[in-house]
């Protein structure tokens, strides 16, 4: 499968969506596409006939307000018809700017407060452990949104329980809303961390899908922890002038930036 091609694609979809509607976050969907599209095209085997599945592989996207890119990669999943991203982030449109459950098939769980989609999926977790059920759930959160303590409280419990169906992915573009997380306030030692919490850790590129794919298709990466990648992304990825720039966390582009990214991504 060619997923330079895709992603190039959902680029151009995404950066559409947000010149048409004026939304926010278009640096953060960025960032987070690629480790979507290994997702959804790779790992989840999550499509029309299995979506309703009680044994499926659930995705929870806590960083919510990336959404545009997981409405992009649905859409080419066939979940959702394209001519709806026109709706993206529209009042009264039904496809909101942040993740909200029942908006579109694919849609978990409600999500844009940070910091609750890892406890969502820790319950979920113990709960697919409870009745037998073999399959897991990823999270994926954003680097900022791991300055919040319930975080924290989930690594706890999901590291106690040995939940090794759970594996969460950390988008480390190392922006967050207010500057970066080295300023704003420093995670590292990252890795650290979460071995302390009693899961296991890699280590990834978040852009280079040969990495994703083998990666993720070796989880859990220990039969009695949890699962964390560390996703090392840049803001922005694909745009130049977007790419590793605070600005774009909140910045919409006007219709010469449109122009200038989409003839970058031709």
């Known amino acids: 499968m060619d997923y330079q091609a895709i992603a190039k694609g959902l680029r151009k979809q995404i950066i559409m969506m947000h010149a048409k509607s004026n939304g926010s976050h278009v640096g953060s969907a960025l960032s987070s596409l690629d480790i979507l599209i290994v997702l959804y095209f790779c790992i989840l ?3 029309r006939a299995t979506i309703g599945s009680k044994n499926r592989n659930t995705f929870i996207l806590s960083k919510g ?3 545009s890119a997981l409405y992009a990669v649905l859409a080419k999943k066939g979940l959702l018809a394209g001519k709806y991203l026109k709706r993206y982030c529209i009042n009264k449109t039904g496809l909101p700017g942040h993740c909200t459950k029942g908006c579109v098939k694919g849609i978990e769980v409600s999500t844009g407060s ?7 999926g820790a319950g979920m977790a113990l709960a697919k452990k409870h009745d037998g059920l073999r399959s ?3 999270v994926l ?11 924290w409280e989930a690594a706890m419990f999901a590291g106690h329980h040995k939940l090794n169906n759970l594996i969460a992915i950390i988008d480390y573009n190392k922006i ?3 500057g970066r997380t080295k300023e704003v306030l420093d995670l590292e030692p990252l890795k650290d961390k979460w071995e302390a919490f009693g899961w296991s850790v890699k280590e990834v590129n978040g852009h280079n899908f040969k990495e994703l794919s083998r990666v993720l298709k070796n989880v859990p990466f220990n039969n009695s922890k949890p699962s964390v990648v560390i996703a090392h992304t840049i803001k922005g990825k694909g745009v130049s002038f977007m790419e590793n720039k605070l600005e774009w966390h909140y910045r919409s582009p006007d219709n010469e930036q449109l122009k200038m990214a989409l003839r970058e991504l031709e």
């Open 45 to 47: 085997k999550i499509d």
């Open 136 to 138: 897991k759930i990823f």
């Open 65 to 67: 307000h990336a959404v």
């Open 176 to 178: 967050q809303a207010f």
């Open 141 to 151: 959160l954003s680097d900022g949104e791991c300055d919040e303590g319930s975080v």
């Open 114 to 120: 940070l910091g609750h989609g890892l406890s969502i």
